[in-house]
């Protein structure tokens, strides 16, 4: 518990401090007297935030997701294939139908996020039970193949740049008002994990003790891919995809409190939405007034958060 | 009761169980001994439908296995499997919990906490409740799985070697424990076991198994001789007698 209520205490001045930093100065103080002020927050700034929060909240915690459907740590969205796939869904709707409404979009990049991570799921379940490290070898390789993929099409069809955004660098200079309504849907499905939280608890107890327990796993599953699908496929189209957030703050979570899904979730939540603005706002200051991509910052914030897990001084 | 018609299994080209047929009686605890590779988890998973049924029927007190709601044979039945390891970090309370899954379905009540709470106690956990399950020695683990199966509060116990990594003085207390739930509140319960001195000591049956086929059943006076050992395990062994139950030198 103390984590959580750690977290919490640092996420208010971290949002604070997100809606005041950027290349236009914002006084607070003349908010109530100067509508342009009062304008740079609500179209820029809340959004900016808002969308940061949403995205590590829900990244995080598909994260766990995942990592629940596949009972193995070293795996989130973006290690194998999730994210591959909806730009893959992505590119073939932009190619198909260039025209199409955004929502067109996002089901046709939430549908190949599910088909991309059916297909691991049905890879892994061939893999020797004990070999840990394979599922991880295996959703490389598979998010290899489907990058290449991805790839040679942009390339052949010019789109190599949009392939960039969606894939590369994540980063949230571009989320203003009305851009980022997408995220909520990752939000929404970041509450049907926790609706859903006992249940995909369960399944780390693996399919034998489910069903025993008169559960289906299959339908566990399901619900699962479909988090992790509208969370990564959401992200993608809207900011691109963010690495680390998915497999660090689960793992940290997990050593410090388990893996009680009821109760860790929100605290995932958390540490993702506190981690992933921590590192935007960092990547705001570094070279102010210009900015680093989130993405960078996690890399180097990410690494050494997980080496100070490893080499933490071990309580009775 | 348990009904098992003319069940078979088979994995590949290999057959696993062939045409098993028995019936495991109601209010008694029941003994599945064999070699190892018998088929002995593999009738247990069966009957627990953990395995899809290739051939035959299995009934529950009259519910077929494959035809009735996983969750109405929850209630009816809990399943302990051979294979405990699992990957989550959970506390040993959180597992135990679990197994009051079946009844509250997300939502305990205070009946459920009262039931977790006993079956703690009932297993000396209550002190490692909150230790996580990889903190704690392999037998402790053990009965912690064991407590999750007892709180899961069913008629039917089927337990796949309870008493592996258990200490002698566990492994006694559970198996007192298993008898006296047979005895006093009237449980089924089905184990396999190895060491088949607990069989001759405290089952009421028993069904031995070897290359998928049953040998044997009945009672441990009439199934332990040196003749049906010999058979089974295919080595030579003096059976005494204790307390009235045979009592096997096999390690002799
Ligand atoms: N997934 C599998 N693939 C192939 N063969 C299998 C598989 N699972 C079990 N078997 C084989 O089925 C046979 C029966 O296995 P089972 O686990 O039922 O034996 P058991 O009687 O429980 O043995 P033990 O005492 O060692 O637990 C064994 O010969 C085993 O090799
Ligand atoms: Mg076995």
New binding site residues.
Partial sequence: MRVSSWVLLALAPLSLASLMTGAASLDPSSLGADPRAWMLLMESRLPRTLAVLLTGAALAVAGVVMQQLVRNRFVEPGTIGTAESAAIGLLAITLIAPASPVWVKMLAASLAAMAGTALFLALIRRLPPREVLLVPLVGLILSGVLQSAATFVAWQTDLMQYLGIWLMTGEFSGVVAGRYALLWIAGAATCLAWVAADRLALLGLGEQTVTGLGLNPVAVMRLGLLVVALVTAMVVVTVGMVPFVGLVVPNVVARLMGDNLRATLPVVAAVGAALVLACDLLGRLIRYPYELPVGTVLGVLGSLLFLWLLWRPQRA | MIEIEAVSHR??Q?T?LDHVGTRLPRGAMTALI????????????LVARLLPLQEGRIAVEGLDVTRTPSRALALRMAVLG?DTAIGSRLRVRELVGFGRWPHHQGRPDPADAAAVLAALDAFGLTPLGARFLDELSGGQRQRAFVAMTFAQATDWLLL??PLNNLDMAHARALMARLHSLVREEGKSVVL?V?EVNYAAAWADHIVA?RD?RIVAEGPPAEVLTPAILCDIYGMEMAVTEHAGRPLVLHHI
């Fill in positions: 994995i590949g290999v696993i064999g070699p190892n590779g018998a088929g002995k988890s593999t009738l247990l998973n051979q796949d070697e396999v190895h198994l998928g």
